[in-house]
């Protein structure tokens, strides 16, 4: 699978060249134009391969090198300056830099070098890349359902997480607030941060407060952000009950006209409740909800590798960053009640009770999540339980919503007349259980 480059350079017009370069050969690449926000991405995203420049302000590359080891001991990095004297060669020698590479780079010898710390997209990652930036999005009635590009932070591999985050996109291009229904330890953080880079904000640090008694206060705390130079102009603000979605709409409004910046601004309002239906009713069109991670297991394995990784490489254990076969199951299988900040938490404390540096077992897994033994399934039939998991939480997530019981949920999904009691429901074969047996 490809893996990610993180480029550093204080000139954007550099910085962008280098990144179309190595677009141009198929690799993943993400910029920073400040060592401190490219630390802040090293600390959400696992990459391959930093390319940093030497000659920058405030921090040098250096500096940068030794905080990034202080992440990652391991992690290859090349520096990329102009000439550098003896010391300097010594002082980032000393730092265990991999390389170091005069400018202007012989383009030939700089891809070398990347490829033996990086893996270029297969033709299939290519294709599917080039099918997720095409696709219409035809269940989503608005004419800029298309994000702009793959999310960095947000994971968007299922396809729950691919239309709220087309959604979510749409409504932010389209606009200056949108309404995020979240649930428990939810990712809608990171899908901020995704749109704002998208808003034209670049690697900006997106801000997070919890909304003030009175809409006074608000706007003092947005204008305290905005007068920040280096600061996105896509704010989070988190609401604590849905009474308070009128006051966010009345917030909006008057940044609209008290906010010298307003006019580049998002408000990303976000919520933790149970009450989809009167957050959607009364949010409108601005509005729409995360689904829960336990409904999206190709994210939760995204999650669950990426902290894995980062975890590993910080250290040292380097196999650390896959999972037994068993682990896997059981990653797939957990509901995740805690969300995303639970699979960073539960994976990184896994890693840590590690003696042997070895794939995490499914024993280590248990013991974090303090569930005793699991009990193993057969290789042959996993699909098929995790299938059947995914279809009990289903019936019962639909007959909490529509406040159906399990015999009228029945009789909507033309099941019969023997489905009388959740039980009834509960003990049901799959549905579609050809699927399974792929």
């Given amino acids: 699978m490809a893996g990610r480059i993180l480029v550093l350079d204080d000139e954007e017009n550099y910085a962008e060249m280098l990144q179309e370069l190595l677009r141009d050969n198929d690799y993943r690449v993400d910029t920073a134009t400040r060592p401190e926000r490219a630390i802040d991405r090293l600390e959400e995203i696992p990459y391959d391969l930093v390319i940093s420049d030497y000659k920058m302000p405030v921090m040098d590359g250096a500096d940068f090198l030794k905080k990034s080891r202080e992440l990652y001991p391991n992690l290859p990095f090349i520096l990329v300056s102009g000439l550098m004297n003896t010391p300097e060669l010594v002082k980032v020698a000393n730092m265990s830099v991999t390389l170091v590479m005069e400018k202007p780079l012989d383009t030939e010898a700089f891809l070398s070098h990347v490829a033996r710390f990086s893996e270029p997209m297969t033709e299939e990652e290519k294709i599917a890349l080039q099918k997720e930036i095409e696709s219409d999005g035809a269940d989503i009635e608005v004419s800029s359902a298309n994000y702009p590009e793959e999310p960095r932070f947000f994971s968007a591999v299922s396809i729950s ?6 959604k979510a996109w749409a409504i932010a291009n389209e606009g200056n607030k ?3 229904l979240e649930p428990i330890g ?3 953080e990171l899908a901020a941060k995704d749109v704002s880079q998208w808003r034209g904000n670049g690697d900006l640090p997106v801000s997070s407060f919890e909304l003030p008694i009175s809409n006074e206060e608000a706007i003092g705390k947005l204008r305290e952000i905005l007068a920040e130079p280096m600061q996105s102009t896509t704010i989070c603000v988190r609401l604590t009950s849905i009474s308070q979605l009128a006051q966010a709409a009345q917030l909006t409004d008057l940044a609209t006209t008290e906010l010298e910046d307003a006019a580049n601004l998002l408000l990303v309002f976000i919520l933790g409740t ?15 909800v995360l689904p829960e991670l336990a409904d999206r297991p190709s994210d939760v394995a995204y999650y669950a590798r990426r902290f894995a990784r980062i975890a590993s490489e910080r250290s040292g254990k380097k196999n650390c960053s896959e999972f037994t ?9 957990h509901d995740w009640a805690g969300g995303y900040k639970q699979v960073q938490k539960v994976v990184t404390e896994a890693v840590a009770s590690i003696e042997v540096d070895e794939a995490i077992p499914v024993e280590i897994l248990d013991q974090v999540l303090g569930l005793g033994e699991s009990p193993i399934v057969a290789p042959e039939g996993r699909l098929a339980a995790l299938m059947d998991l995914a279809q009990k939480r289903y019936f019962e997530k639909e007959m909490n919503s529509a406040g159906l019981t399990a015999a009228e949920l029945a009789e909507k999904l033309e099941f019969g007349v ?3 009691t959740r039980d009834d429901l509960q003990s049901m074969s799959l549905v579609k259980a050809d699927l399974a047996k792929l």
Avoid: N, T, W
């Fill in 418 to 420: 023997g489905i009388q």
């Fill in 178 to 180: 949108l309404y995020i």
């Fill in 161 to 166: 997480s691919k239309r709220f985050m087309q």
């Fill in 274 to 288: 149970s009450e989809a239906g009167a957050f959607l009713e009364q949010a409108g069109d601005h509005a729409v």
């Fill in 325 to 333: 076969p068993e682990a896997a199951y059981l990653i797939l299988s």
């Fill in 186 to 188: 939810g990712d809608a």
